[in-house]
């Protein structure tokens, strides 16, 4: 692994403690730094999967509405995913201040697709 500043490493927690923004933010600041990249992608795509599951969530609630247990069947799952997102986001936060080159499976997917190298 290369030399990783202390710079860089301030601009890839900030890009992956605020999901989305952090991301833009990180790559505006930083768009030479591989370090900084990795993890703004990453928190791009991480804050696209939020919002994705969101929506989908959403809608299956407006459908399941009017069926009581299956709308608390989604509510336990979007309490599900939301406790899933936190772990996520801590264990991406201790892998960054850790300088590791995290690659969760679905949301560095994700970032590949977004443009991550």
């Known amino acids: 692994m290369s030399q990783v500043t202390d710079d860089e490493l301030n601009w890839g927690l900030i890009a992956w403690v605020i999901p989305l923004a952090g991301g833009v933010i990180g790559l505006i600041m930083r768009p030479n730094s591989n370090y900084v990249k990795h993890w703004s992608y990453l928190s791009l795509a991480f804050g696209l999967v939020i919002i ?66």
């Open 52 to 117: 994705v599951t969101d929506i989908v969530l959403i809608v299956l609630s407006m459908i399941v509405a009017p069926i009581w247990p299956l709308l608390m069947l989604v509510r336990i799952l979007g309490y599900l995913a939301g406790l899933v997102f936190l772990i996520v986001w801590v264990m991406g936060i201790a892998r960054e201040r850790g300088m590791v080159y995290w690659r969760p499976s679905l949301i560095y997917d994700v970032a590949r697709m977004l443009g991550a190298q």
